[in-house]
T-cell receptor, first 114, second 114 residues
Framework: GAGVSQTPSNKVTEKGKYVELRCDPI?????LYWYRQSLGQGPEFLIY????????DSGLPNDRFFAVRPEGSVSTLKIQRTERGDSAVYLC????????????FGPGTRLTVL | DAKTTQPNSMESNEEEPVHLPCNHS???????IHWYRQLPSQGPEYVIH???SNVNNRMASLAIAEDRKSSTLILHRATLRDAAVYYC???????????????FGKGTLLTVNP
């Protein structure tokens, strides 16, 4: 069956530009997560959605980062005024419900800010 | 959150067993021990989890110490495809709190030699 998909797989942008990263979770999964992974590190939690609402956005580094999930399925992570320090792999995961279920990860979007 | 400690790297030979250790001396009674792995250029994938008893599945076995302060992920016959970073993660299943998010450390980089 279809897993979690993320587009684009790679994104190169210039400092100061706006970017959107998309995540398509597994159909029927109500929980969706975004993580960020810097080189040589494990993934770090950014935000968690239960349905359409952001239940926990405590991992977003600052107000340049925002995420939406308007219909409870696809989610978009939006980064304004990108900085070189935003360069990382952005991972999306989904799970059937929430806290206990196994999380299924997408392949990630590699963001490079020049 | 309770923390885990893993070796930075380990090596194995193909078709030999691999024992990946994890220390979690501050584990609480409601923490489950989860293992995920991340193959090169992919998102993490679930491997196995357990609470107190040893667990087996098609991918691996999980041996949990009697005092639960350590655990070992066992790959019975390593293949080249098992080369990955392995993460040991604690998840508290008490209701409430932020147990929906996975807290990754740096994990153990497993190299499998042909």
């Amino acid at each position: 069956g279809a897993g979690v998909s993320q587009t684009p797989s790679n994104k190169v942008t210039e400092k100061g530009k706006y970017v959107e990263l998309r995540c398509d979770p597994i159909s029927g999964h109500t929980a969706l997560y975004w993580y960020r992974q810097s080189l040589g590190q494990g993934p770090e939690f950014l935000i968690y959605f239960q349905g359409t609402g952001a239940a926990d956005d405590s991992g977003l580094p600052n107000d340049r980062f925002f995420a939406v999930r308007p219909e409870g399925s696809v989610s978009t992570l939006k980064i304004q005024r990108t900085e070189r320090g935003d360069s990382a792999v952005y991972l999306c995961a989904s799970s059937l419900t929430d806290y206990y279920n196994e999380q299924f990860f997408g392949p990630g979007t590699r963001l490079t800010v020049l | 959150d309770a923390k885990t400690t893993q070796p930075n790297s380990m090596e194995s030979n193909e078709e030999e067993p691999v024992h990946l250790p994890c220390n979690h001396s501050t584990i609480s009674g409601t923490d489950y021990i989860h293992w995920y792995r991340q193959l090169p250029s992919q998102g993490p994938e679930y491997v196995i989890h357990g609470l107190t008893s040893n667990v087996n599945n098609r991918m691996a076995s999980l041996a949990i110490a009697e005092d639960r302060k350590s655990s070992t992920l066992i790959l019975h016959r390593a293949t080249l495809r098992d080369a990955a970073v392995y993460y040991c993660i604690l998840r508290d299943v008490k209701s409430g709190g932020s147990n929906y998010k996975l807290t990754f450390g740096k994990g153990t980089l497993l190299t499998v030699n042909p």
